[in-house]
């Protein structure tokens, strides 16, 4: 039965950015591999999918703000792939074949399956973290929804995701359940995939 990973087969490809990816065989098909995915923002039209709203009152002074993020799993890019593929040849696979990391999708609640949104400004001023229930199918998306933030939470964002240098750091968590057999033993592995993420680009926020 294919869908299920040898834990025994756990591997790192270490890319070209020095960015370390985990990999696994199947347990039936050693052909088959499985990619852990690295966690990030969501992007829609080429930009974070992150929206920031501001409360004023009639003299233009700040009340509250909220934000809303998606988070996502990037699939390993095809370089990564070629790599991994090149690596599984050298072990004597004549043929790797990727397919998706087989995330178990029901009988398992947010204590198993969650992912995490954390955000801390350069000065240690304020930091948050959040945890969501991604979608347990495609690329795990999860929404986050921060309301009640302060001006300096809301500026921070700001300045985050305007590309100010030294604004601040994001990190991001993902911890799913995938099916595993190891030495004959059938398992549930969990997986805690985080990443402190970088993101350069600029984009107008909505007030």
């Not at 229930?133 to 998306?141: D, E, F, K």
């Not at 359940?177 to 969990?190: E, F, I, S, Y």
Request: charged share 15%; with cysteine.
């Amino acid at each position: 039965m294919t869908g299920i990973i040898d834990a025994a087969t756990q591997a790192e490809y270490k890319d070209e950015a020095g960015e370390i990816w985990t990999y696994f065989q199947d347990s039936a098909n050693s052909a088959l591999y499985y990619v852990v995915q690295a966690p990030g923002l969501a992007v829609s039209s080429g930009a974070p999918r992150f929206h920031l709203s501001e409360a004023v009152d009639t003299d233009k002074n700040f009340i509250t703000a909220s934000c809303d993020i998606t988070t996502e799993l990037k699939p390993p890019p095809p370089t990564v792939r070629a790599g991994i593929e090149a690596a599984l040849k050298a072990k004597g696979v004549a043929s790797p074949i990727y397919q998706g990391m087989p995330y178990l999708s029901t009988g398992t609640g947010p204590e198993k399956n969650w992912a995490q949104f954390s955000f801390a400004d350069a000065g240690g001023t304020v930091s948050q973290s959040h945890r969501a229930m991604p979608s347990l199918t495609g690329q795990q998306q999860a929404n986050f929804n921060l309301s009640g933030l302060t001006a300096t939470e809301a500026q921070f964002f700001k300045d985050y995701f305007s590309g100010v240098e030294n604004a601040g750091t994001v990190s991001i968590s993902y911890c799913l359940t995938v099916p595993a057999h190891l030495k004959g033993v059938t398992a549930r592995v969990q997986f805690n995939s985080a990443k402190a993420y970088a993101y350069q680009r600029t984009f107008k926020w909505v007030s």
